[in-house]
């Protein structure tokens, strides 16, 4: 099996945001996302009713609205557009009593009382992968960087999964499931992986390995196309792109941007040092699997594996210095701004940390949790 990757700008960036409706008095999800999504087509005359929002997009879930950007040169014309798309969503949510919502999980619905889309590509998710596949009550941000030769894909992969626990740290933001504290900072993050072709990507060393996976997994039914790949950090050839899927759900755009700088960073830094005649250093498999549970786990007080040689480090204290090393490629990207926000998280405490201390602060009442979470996208 070819398959073609596209012709990219190296380092522009697209954002996809998974964000959740959420009834404005119980908190509760409400499955009304084509109710949603007609009520943004009536705000663009020109839309038939099967034509997709170019920016507003379904998701397997009925109380899902994904918010997509075009392809972007910085992080602020990402976040800006993520706004623009947002306070246009608002225009026909607001009047349905509806607020919008977004951290890695809901801290109280029941997984499995919500509505799948009706599409026939659900349906056949939903059937293979049964009670696993009806848990997916889960809300991410992906980030996808362009790459301008097909042969960085694969080593970006790799080097973007060595830090794996830095993203998942920091966007951390699901440790309630169904009414419960999992214990976990990201329950997402080991919820996903249950899925056939999620979770870390396999290592191939040459493209043409690449292609014979994807021709194996359609060959013996797994897969019926390469987009349902689900990896943490996968190549997107359609785009030409790497897309990095290993953050939960985030309720702020500065928190976003904080996000997609370092993505955007870390990916320009690899494809110099490949430009260069450089090579990425690989983790072995049973290093990178744990530094993925310790993150999901701990969180910002994770000890993470750095290299090949284990050695470890509190992934706070090396996103710091990781922050120092790649300041001069933000400055060529313009997005210093935006990777120092990662500081900011660092000091100011993830998603997880701050919904427990709300719901600590209410006895324990997790509406409360959903409450400060919509006033937090309410700023964004």
Known sequence: MQIDFAPSRQ??????WEVALVDSETGDLRSVANEVLAGVHALHGGLDADDEHPHVKQELLLNTVEIVTDVCTTVAQAKAELHRNLVELRKVTDPMGVDLYCAGSHPFAPPKLQPVTDKERYARLIDRTQWWGQQMVIYGVHVHVG?????????????????????????ASSPFWGGEDTGYASQRALMFQ?????????????????EGYVADMVHTGVIDDITEIRWDVRPVPRFGTVEMRIADGLSSLQDIGAIAALTQC???????????????????????????????????EAIIILNAAGDEMLVTEHLERELERLEPVARKLGCVAELADVERIIRGGA?????????RDNGGDLLSVVKDNVARMRLA
């Open 194 to 210: 249950q899925l056939p072709t999620a979770g870390l990507p396999y290592q191939f060393e040459t493209w043409a390995g690449f």
């Open 11 to 16: 380092s522009t960036l697209g954002v996809e």
């Open 147 to 171: 790459l301008d030769r097909r042969e960085k894909a694969l080593p970006i992969v790799d080097g973007l999964i060595n830090f794996q626990p830095h993203f998942q740290a920091l966007s």
């Open 351 to 359: 998603g997880y940390q701050w919904q427990r201390d709300i719901a």
């Open 266 to 300: 870390l990916v320009d830094d690899m494809s110099t040092t490949l430009d260069n005649g450089g090579t990425i250093p690989v983790m072995p498999p049973w290093y990178r699997v744990e530094n993925k549970w310790r993150a999901a786990r701990y969180g910002m």
